[in-house]
């Protein structure tokens, strides 16, 4: 599967609506910090949350960035982190 490994991170001026896009981001990707989560999706997916993310915010006030970091299989993030242990994503199996 074509999956590329992106970081998302959101700036929401509501807290009604930033708790929406938490629950959003949750069924999209790993939580890292506040407003700031790891996602490996697909071409389908990744339209699929931005589409969610278009519906629910406020374009004149809140902000989220989508970063792109390439192919999730081939990516190997340099991430210098302090406290926490950062770990870059994996692949795992979904069963339906």
């Known amino acids: 599967m074509d999956e590329h490994l992106y970081i998302v991170t959101y700036d929401?001026?509501?807290?009604?609506r930033w708790r929406a896009v938490f629950k959003i981001m949750k069924g999209y990707g790993?939580?890292?910090?506040?407003?700031?989560?790891?996602?490996?999706?697909?071409p389908r997916r990744h339209a699929e949350l931005i589409e969610l993310l278009t519906g629910a915010i406020n374009?004149?006030?809140?902000?989220?960035?989508l970063m792109n970091l390439?192919?999730?299989?081939?990516?190997?993030?340099?991430?210098?982190?302090l406290g926490k242990n950062f770990q870059a994503i994996d692949k795992v199996p979904l069963i339906i």
Do not use: N, T, Y
């Open 12 to 16: 929401i001026a509501d807290e009604k």
């Open 30 to 42: 790993e939580w890292l910090q506040l407003s700031v989560f790891q996602c490996r999706l697909s």
């Open 59 to 65: 374009h004149r006030q809140d902000h989220v960035l």
């Open 70 to 81: 390439g192919p999730a299989d081939k990516v190997d993030p340099r991430v210098v982190s």
